[in-house]
């Protein structure tokens, strides 16, 4: 049974960091592709980072660049999103997701993933 497991996620101030880790089990996703996304109360689920399987590509949203970053370690089956100088708008549950094989859709597109978490809560206080 695969599964994605989100950790890290808790309350912080405005100007603060977090870490988030998402550890994978039941298949290796390391020739995977992976992604953290983010879905706030009514409002749909928005794309937030991206990282290749080799690392050579990473996206980011407009709205995180140069204060969120992606990495993964393959040996251990796990990808992360450091998150700094958060605002009050990240607050959000945050998933992070696996693509399982050749997709149709763009990298920013939920469709594109295979395989979610169950997501962390993310709430960044003014």
């Known amino acids: 049974q695969v599964q994605l497991v989100e950790s890290g996620g808790g309350s912080v101030q405005a100007g603060g960091s977090l870490s988030l880790s998402c550890a994978a089990s039941?298949?290796?996703?390391?020739?995977?592709?992976m992604a953290w996304f983010r879905q706030a109360p009514g409002k749909e689920r928005d794309f937030v980072a991206r990282?290749?399987?080799?690392?050579?590509?990473?996206y980011y949203a407009d709205s995180v660049k140069g204060r969120f970053t992606i990495s993964r370690d393959n040996a251990k089956n796990t990808v992360s999103l450091q998150m700094n100088i958060l605002k009050p708008e990240d607050t959000a549950v945050y998933y992070c997701?696996?693509?399982?094989?050749?997709?149709?859709?763009?990298?920013?597109?939920?469709?594109?993933?295979?395989?979610w978490g169950q997501g962390t809560q993310v709430t960044v206080s003014s």
């Open positions: 997701a696996a693509q399982g094989g050749p997709s149709y859709w763009s990298y920013n597109n939920p469709a594109t993933y295979t395989y």
């Open positions: 039941g298949r290796t996703f390391s020739r995977n592709a």
């Open positions: 990282i290749t399987w080799s690392a050579d590509q990473i």
